[in-house]
T-cell receptor
Framework: DGGITQSPKYLFRKEGQNVTLSCEQN?????MYWYRQDPGQGLRLIYY???????QKGDIAEGYSVSREKKESFPLTVTSAQKNPTAFYLC?????????????FGPGTRLTVL | AQSVTQLDSQVPVFEEAPVELRCNYS??????LFWYVQYPNQGLQLLLK??????LVKGINGFEAEFNKSQTSFHLRKPSVHISDTAEYFC??????????FGTGTRLKVLA
């Protein structure tokens, strides 16, 4: 079955540590996204990538980094510079066929800072 | 700039009653509209979408929505809810760029 996988489902980080969240898709989508979800705030865009080796900052990119070395993969690193990283992180992808269609979402990773 | 407003943060409703979840958007260009559902600790799942054509859109699980361009609204409706519909619902909009704007969500609580 085609879809998006995220791992791990739960992640715990100590203060000062960098952690990397995995996102893989087998939908052959060009565009991939990372969102952060906090209670009552909806989804906020961290980074997005339209094609391999290219990505753009979203609304809340500070303290995060990404890479897009393969079409299928878009890992997110939460760095020690992110002062409040505890949140639910969602990865998404989208086909580039016109008309532009919906995003497909992974199951999410819940990050907790200890 | 685009924006999405979900007017109700929480909506309690009794089982088998009808429900409407409201969504209003702001945009200076044509938009594509979506409703997603999220169950606890899961990702978002598409309920329905409006891209063009008929303004009444039918989705999964008996949900439907009506696109009203003059009122810039895209309200979600279901004529009879079930306990299993308890979840958070998000409205989203895009103008065809890579960016999607999401509302802050509406928690639907179906009561027995």
């Amino acid at each position: 079955d085609g879809g998006i996988t995220q791992s791990p489902k739960y992640l715990f980080r100590k203060e000062g540590q960098n952690v990397t969240l995995s996102c893989e898709q087998n939908l052959n989508h060009d565009a991939m996204y990372w969102y952060r979800q906090d209670p009552g705030q909806g989804l906020r865009l961290i980074y997005y990538s339209q094609i391999v080796n290219d990505f753009q900052k979203g609304d809340i990119a500070e303290g995060y980094s990404v890479s897009r070395e393969k079409k299928e993969s878009f890992p997110l690193t939460v760095t020690s510079a992110q002062k409040n990283p505890t949140a639910f992180y969602l990865c998404a992808s989208r086909s580039d066929r016109i008309p532009y269609n919906e995003q497909f979402f992974g199951p999410g990773t819940r990050l907790t800072v200890l | 700039a685009q924006s999405v407003t979900q007017l109700d943060s929480q909506v309690p409703v009794f089982e088998e009653a009808p429900v409407e979840l409201r969504c209003n958007y702001s945009s200076s260009v044509s938009v594509y509209l979506f409703w997603y559902v999220q169950y606890p600790n899961q990702g978002l799942q598409l309920l329905l979408k409006y891209l063009s054509g008929s303004t009444l859109v039918k989705g999964i699980n008996g949900f439907e929505a009506e696109f009203n361009k003059s009122q810039t609204s895209f309200h979600l409706r279901k004529p009879s809810v079930h306990i299993s519909d308890t979840a958070e619902y998000f409205c989203a909009v895009t103008s065809g760029t890579y960016k999607y704007i999401f509302g802050t969500g509406t928690r639907l609580k179906v009561l027995a």
